[in-house]
């Protein structure tokens, strides 16, 4: 499958006006292409940091830096790619099965992340070789 297929950037409706910004999410679908089941934020971390580093076979993500900046670089096994976060406007849509990397957070980085799953620890794969032997074996069977 094409990386492009795999990953979306979503513009998010902003409602600014003199008194400051909105950014409305809502829920079923309308905004987000999946039911939202989980919500974490991730600040704290530096530049020096990378985060991530998983693939999840169930959960679908969608990440937002809601204050600051980070990167995220996204991997099927075949393509990578690089998307900067950089406005709380905007949203980076993850299918399941997509490696992910989160680095280069900017001292005043929140990270937020919606999620379509619980979280199962038991889905995640950690280990990149592992990944990519499933990724390019899924590929061989299509
Ligand atoms: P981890 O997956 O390493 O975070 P990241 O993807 O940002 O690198 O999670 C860090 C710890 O938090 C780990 O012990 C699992 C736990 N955790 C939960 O309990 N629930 C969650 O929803 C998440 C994302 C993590």
Aim: hydrophobic letters at 35%.
């Amino acid at each position: 499958m094409k990386l492009s297929e795999q990953i979306k950037i979503l513009d998010f409706v902003e409602r600014g006006d003199e008194r400051g910004n909105l950014v409305v999410i809502e829920g079923e679908y309308q905004d987000i292409p999946f039911d939202i089941k989980r919500v974490f934020y991730i600040y704290g971390s530096d530049a020096t940091i990378v985060r991530g580093q998983h693939a999840n076979r169930r959960t679908k993500f969608v990440l937002i830096n809601v204050a600051g900046q980070s990167k995220v670089k996204v991997d099927n096994g075949f393509e990578t790619q690089i998307i900067s976060l950089d406005k709380p406007r905007m949203g980076l849509y993850l299918d399941t099965m997509v490696w992910k990397d989160m680095y280069d957070f900017s001292p005043d980085s929140i990270l937020l992340v919606l999620c379509s799953e619980h979280y199962d620890g038991t889905e995640y794969i950690r280990d990149y070789d592992a990944y990519i032997k499933e990724v390019r074996k899924e590929h061989t069977n299509e």
